[in-house]
């Protein structure tokens, strides 16, 4: 079992910035790879990014490329979505999930066994 708890979420002016954070317990390991996706309204939940436990193979949507890094702190069992330049079309509730046998990409909500409750986003113009 492994839990995820997202923070960070919040209101802001397009242009600003957020860190949402990702904390997880339980069984964790290195070779798990946590990703972000997040669902706006009246949409299917959308990936994001995605990176390894150990800090390594990052990858992005293309349209959060050049303006969201994701990062993991293995001592903090932490994974960061730091999140600049946000535009409306950016609001969605975010999600945090593990995946624990990571094979490909990872872009798949299928791919992942275990979910955050999600922290909300809203970015206005």
């Known amino acids: 079992q492994v839990q995820l708890v997202e923070s960070g979420g919040g209101a802001v002016q397009a242009g600003n910035s957020l860190r949402l954070s990702c904390a997880a317990s339980?069984?964790?390991?290195?070779?798990?790879?946590i990703g972000w996706f997040r669902q706006g309204p009246g949409k299917a939940r959308q990936f994001v990014a995605r990176?390894?436990?150990?800090?390594?193979?990052?990858y992005y949507t293309d349209s959060v490329k050049g303006r969201f890094t994701i990062s993991s702190d293995s001592a903090k069992n932490t994974v960061y979505l730091q999140m600049n330049s946000l535009k409306p079309e950016d609001t969605a509730v975010y999600y945090c999930?593990?995946?624990?046998?990571?094979?490909?990409?990872?872009?798949?909500?299928?791919?992942?066994?275990?979910w955050g409750q999600g922290t909300q986003v809203t970015v206005s113009s």
């Open positions: 999930a593990a995946d624990l046998n990571p094979i490909g990409l990872g872009t798949r909500v299928t791919s992942y066994e275990y």
């Open positions: 339980g069984r964790t390991s290195s070779r798990y790879a």
């Open positions: 990176i390894r436990w150990s800090g390594t193979s990052p």
